[in-house]
């Protein structure tokens, strides 16, 4: 069964900090992984996908099979990354459905 | 404008009652979904539709139905027979895994 773990539900840094906010997943196939990305009084949004391997407002993840690993990264944190973060899995060759995980609360802290 | 259109943003429903979510899309794209989420839980998929005229079940489907007779549209209706109904809901659609979500309704059992 496909399975999402964000094992941190609050992540807090100071501005200027690295920040990694942590995703594992268990899949058997050939996942596709997203992060998802939440502000306060905002819609959920998209903010990266391991397939177009871009870096959005600073931040990147790279894909680790040997780990089943999706770490969201980002060198330099600021005030304003403070949001709720999901890292979701689908199944590249099956239907588009997304696996969500319960999602890290990152604060950032001036 | 396009977009997802998710109504009412607040919905109070008495126990025994049915009550529907609506969620309208612009976008023209195919796939549509619900998800709830939970504090701590994160997004759980209630049903999902990848072709006007045919749905399927997700994870937490049980006191939940849903109809795609439009494109457009996916409507949601809680029934009475979901025993924790109280939640905020969320509708995406997607061309292919990028969804776009709504704005979500929060609905409360009273």
């Known amino acids: ?110 | 404008d396009g977009g997802i259109t998710q109504s009412p943003k607040y919905l109070f429903r008495k126990e025994g009652q049915n009550v529907t979510l609506s969620c309208e899309q612009n976008l023209n794209h195919d796939a549509m979904y619900w998800y709830r989420q939970d504090p701590g839980q994160g997004l759980r998929l209630i049903y999902y539709s990848q072709i006007v005229n045919d749905f399927q079940k997700g994870d937490i489907a049980e006191g939940y139905s849903v109809s795609r007779e439009k494109k457009e549209s996916f409507p949601l209706t809680v029934t009475s027979a979901q025993k924790n109904p109280t939640a905020f809901y969320l509708c995406a659609s997607s061309p292919s895994r990028g969804y776009t979500f709504g704005s979500g309704t929060r609905l409360t059992v009273v």
Not at chain 1, 20 to 28: G, R
Not at chain 1, 58 to 83: I, M, R
Not at chain 1, 86 to 103: H, N, R
């Open chain 1, 1 to 110: 069964a496909q399975r999402v773990t964000q094992p941190e539900k609050l992540l807090s840094v100071f501005k200027g900090a690295p920040v990694e906010l942590k995703c594992n997943y268990s899949y058997s196939g050939s996942p596709e992984l997203f992060w998802y990305v939440q502000y306060s009084r905002q819609r959920l949004q998209l903010l990266l996908r391991h397939i177009s391997r871009e870096s959005i407002k600073g931040f990147t993840a790279d894909l680790n099979k040997g780990e089943t690993s999706f770490h969201l990264k980002k060198p330099f944190a600021q005030e304003e990354d403070s949001a709720m973060y999901y890292c979701a899995l689908s199944d590249q060759g099956g239907s588009e459905k997304l696996v969500f995980g319960k999602g890290t609360k990152l604060t950032v802290n001036p």
